[in-house]
Nanobody, 114 residues
Framework: QVQLVESGGGLVQPGGSLRLSCAAS????????MGWYRQAPGKQRELVAT???????NYEDSVKGRFTVSRDNAKKTVSLEMTTLKPEDTAVYYC????????WGQGTQVTVSS
């Protein structure tokens, strides 16, 4: 069983930066992706950025050039470096592991506001 614990959310002004981290416990093996999704009030959960165990990345168009996803396979962690944050980035951000099992973290709030 895989469990995910996120950290790093908070309140930031427009144009600011935040780093989200996610640590996985349990056994991870095989082809898989880890990454981040977000859900704003009244909207569906959407992909933000993912990275495979082989290093392939995928980004939602609106975050390209602003967000960077990275993972450490040995430490079983995935991070999201967010820069030039905009109010529309405000959402609950969820860490996700997708492989032999699909697992979600509990979510961390990111609020971009002046």
């Amino acid at each position: 069983q895989v469990q995910l614990v996120e950290s790093g959310g908070g309140l930031v002004q427009p144009g600011g930066s935040l780093r989200l981290s996610c640590a996985a416990s349990g056994t991870i093996f095989g082809i898989n992706t880890m990454g981040w999704y977000r859900q704003a009030p009244g909207k569906q959960r959407e992909l933000v950025a993912t990275v495979s165990n082989l290093g392939s990345t995928n980004y939602e168009d609106s975050v390209k050039g602003r967000f960077t996803v990275s993972r450490d396979n040995a430490k079983k962690t995935v991070s999201l470096e967010m820069t030039t944050l905009k109010p529309e980035d405000t959402a609950v951000y969820y860490c996700n592991f997708r492989g032999y099992i699909n697992v979600w973290g509990q979510g961390t709030q990111v609020t971009v506001s002046s």
